[in-house]
């Protein structure tokens, strides 16, 4: 028999199926509470609800473990690519050979953009952040692109808009930077792998030569990797909540990366680099800024430590971290921000505060060491963890929009006033 929970209210006995998941995760379903009892449940930021049943990343917070469709998140950023990665989350194997070149083949023939869109760009003062710039001309493809809203699209139209979306966002991405710092564009090349066009376009500078080092491509590859998906988080929430009205893909994932912006989630890769380099201009006292971040009384949080989920360790910060000594290592590069980070890091782990939270350094704590490294501008970091969270995005609309998931529309207690009576302005 399966199993099921009670609640009693009021007297009354309520029994509520309870649902098993493949890694042996239960949940009571609720879906029926409402209509037998008049009761909802409560749970600001969905600390503890489960908004979907998905088949597509699993991770376990107390134990560090994070799998893309079954895959070992470590043997991905290992042994995959970027590009494997995204087909094996958006289509939920790994390619054969043959998949891989058409995929890979559509997405390098669909890089170029519209010309209009520097006049798009030119329309943005250059200290517009890249993160509103992005969400801005990804929104716009929709108007280059009308058939993509179709809500009853065929499924090689959605395979269409997927390939293109990818294909594109690099494009999106460099063009931004570039116009930010009032160079002309470069135009995607067809004939390099993902990670090395970006660079190209981003890099390249009108009549010089540009060689994509492999050990930056490489490390950018790992990096995308990392960020490619994260199951119910809060860009990937707005993704397929904006998905469940029948938004266009597009739209959706426009509304991700607005989600992802904010410090507290990608933005904190921004935050990380700008704190770790006031520490350093303020003599590198890492005590001090501990106790600053302790301090209820003042806003400042570490940022890159703690996660909703992870209370043990993030195992995507561990292979970072690995990869930052590796990286700096092999471009010979010194930079005294990691061996701050590293003291941050080691402060924290025996800090009576950050232990009882159980406060540990997440994805975007050393990330921003290797952008770095690797010759990125600071605010262009949220916008490469969105490129890396595309695929995920992509994959978790597709799964909603496929299982006909019903539209997103929480419920609220409503604690205002009651039954006011209009007052005319001159009597108040
Ligand atoms: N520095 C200092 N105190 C912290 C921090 C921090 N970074 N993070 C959490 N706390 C404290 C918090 O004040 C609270 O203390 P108390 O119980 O005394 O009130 C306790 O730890 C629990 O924190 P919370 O905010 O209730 O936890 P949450 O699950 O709602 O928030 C978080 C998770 C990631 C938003 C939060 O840890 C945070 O703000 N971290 C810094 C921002 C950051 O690095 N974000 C990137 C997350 S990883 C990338 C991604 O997937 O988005």
Redesign the pocket.
Known sequence: MSETAKIIYDGKEYELPVITGTENEKAIDIGSLRQMSGLITLDY?Y?NTGATSSKITFLDGEKGILKYRGYGIEELAEKSSFIEVAYLLIFGDLPNQDQLERFEGAIRNNRMVHEDYKRILGGFPSRSHPMGVLSSLVTSLTAFFPESLDPNRSPEGVNLSIVRILAKMPTFAAWTYKHKIGHPVNYPSSKEDYCSNLLHMMFKQPGADYEVDPVIANALDKLLILHAD?EQ??STSTVRITGSSHGSLYTSVSAGINALWG????G?NME?INTLENIREDGGDTKKWMDK??D?DDPF????????VYKNFDPRARIIKKAADDVLDKLGVNDPVLDIAKGLERVALEDEYFVE?K?YP???FYSGIIYRALGIPVDMFTVLFALGRLPGWIAQWKEMRENKEPIGRPRQVYTGETNRTYVPLNQR
């Open positions: 930021g600390k994260h988080n809060c410090p507290l989630h990608g904190a990380v971040a302790k209820k949080r570490l940022m890159g430590f703690g996660h909703r939270r406060l997440n994805v975007d």
